[in-house]
């Protein structure tokens, strides 16, 4: 399909450029997407979906398909290293408010398939693998990329230019938009295990508080059962490398330190990253928006990462195809800035930190006072209620609407 003019390009295919490029090949906009990478890529870190991202995928066919191939997961737990569970959510608490009252866990390179393989079903959409964007100029008509392929450097013409790149986005640095925020001191190591984490007590998916050592688990659908269970463990000694933090040796410590054993854990992976807290000082630039990591980064404790990036998606599409028809002025598309960006600022970014400090507390006092606190909403229904629908990400979702 030639490169033109008339369409939107989407820098990376990734869950967020795909769905946002799905969207809008839905409304009858041509669409192209370049990922760098020769082939949808496999990343192990993301997999946890909270129920307005079900919600928003659904209406493009995704959802449907989707929940054949993952573990829903009704509740979840806050537990204590030491003192086991601290308190258990029910997500039922919203079942009044969602068709989907739990977390939904499934890899997200198992979500990528599913919308590339809904997308090529249009003939105005294109992917095109072992294609990096390099930079771009813009005017008032279109946008100007410059991209790299086996075959040379090209530029490719479009009216509008969506940069979901993730956190090291070429697209934004093009904008020339500042990445404000921090990284955090410490590393997050995660590993998978076969090993069934269920019959200890721990839901498919709990956080567990310790100031030396915190921890998130999650279970994911694998090749057979229990599934995969992963673990994502902090670590604060910044004087170990990252190949002897990743040592099978060092990674069995971890995991009997856990949960005891009297044999080796079946490992099935490793890998260990930095984590950041960041968000763009603005999402667009002209004819050119960011959306998903590009725009903004946090920890994963909540998992709000992939999903905000997931919301940014479904609420740019559908604004920037009112725009390419000529229903609606370029300004709309401020409005969506304004609201992702309230919604990462105010909600996502807090959120996530606050769930990060709660279960790397040092301070004895404050640390039992904190913990006090989780079991004191847990114990209360209205409370509780209140409380998921804020870790779920329904009330960022409600107040980003608000915003115009």
């Not at 398939?113 to 997308?119: A, G, T």
């Not at 790149?165 to 904008?175: A, F, L």
């Not at 938009?177 to 990284?183: E, I």
């Not at 996502?348 to 913990?371: F, G, I």
Request: aromatic share 8%; charged share 25%; proline share 7%.
């Amino acid at each position: 399909m030639p490169s033109s003019s008339n369409r939107v390009l989407v820098v990376g295919a990734g869950p967020v450029g795909l769905i946002t490029a799905l969207g809008l090949a839905s409304r009858g906009v041509p669409v192209t997407v370049i990922e760098r990478e020769p082939a949808l890529t496999e990343d192990l870190r993301a997999g946890s979906f909270h129920p307005p991202t079900l919600e928003m995928m659904a209406p493009l066919g995704i959802t449907e398909r989707f929940l054949k191939i993952g573990i829903k997961v009704p509740r979840w737990q806050i537990r204590d290293r030491h003192t086991g569970v601290v308190a258990e959510f029910d997500l039922g608490l919203l079942a009044d408010i969602t068709p989907h009252p739990y977390r939904f866990h499934c890899e997200q390179f198992k979500l990528t398939p599913i919308v590339y393989d809904l997308l090529r079903q249009y003939p105005h959409a294109e992917v095109r693998f072992a294609c990096g964007f390099e930079s771009a100029t813009q005017d008032g008509n279109k946008v100007i990329a410059t991209v790299t392929t086996p075959q040379g450097t090209e530029t490719i013409e479009a009216a509008w230019l969506v940069g979901a790149d993730g956190g090291r986005s070429n697209v934004r640095k093009t904008m020339g938009v500042d990445f404000p925020g921090m990284t955090w001191p410490d590393r997050f190591l995660v590993t998978g295990t076969r090993y069934d984490l269920a019959p200890h007590g721990f839901t498919p998916n709990a956080y567990i508080a310790d100031p030396d050592c915190f921890s998130a688990i999650f279970q994911m659908p694998y090749d057979r059962p229990p599934g995969l269970w992963r673990v994502l463990f902090s670590i604060t000694d910044t004087g170990v490398s990252d190949e002897a933090l990743m040592a099978p040796d060092n990674v069995e410590r971890l995991m009997q330190d856990l949960v005891p054993r009297k044999v080796r854990y079946d490992i099935v992976h490793t890998g260990i990253y930095k984590v950041h807290q960041r968000v763009a000082t603005t999402f667009r630039q002209g004819r050119m928006l960011l959306a998903g990591d590009a725009a903004h980064v946090n920890n994963p404790l909540g998992a709000m990462g992939l999903n905000g990036g997931i919301h940014d998606a479904c609420n740019l599409y559908p604004k920037l195809a009112t725009v390419f028809t000529g229903a609606a002025d370029a300004a709309l598309l401020d409005r969506y800035v304004r609201q992702r960006h309230l919604a990462q600022v105010e909600f996502v970014q807090e959120l996530s930190t606050r769930n990060k400090k709660l279960l790397e507390e040092r301070d004895p006092t404050v640390r039992a006072e904190r913990l006090d606190e989780v079991r004191r909403i847990a114990a209360d229904p209205a409370l509780a209620r209140d409380y998921l629908i804020k870790t779920s990400m329904i009330a960022s979702v409600r107040r980003a609407e608000m915003v115009e």
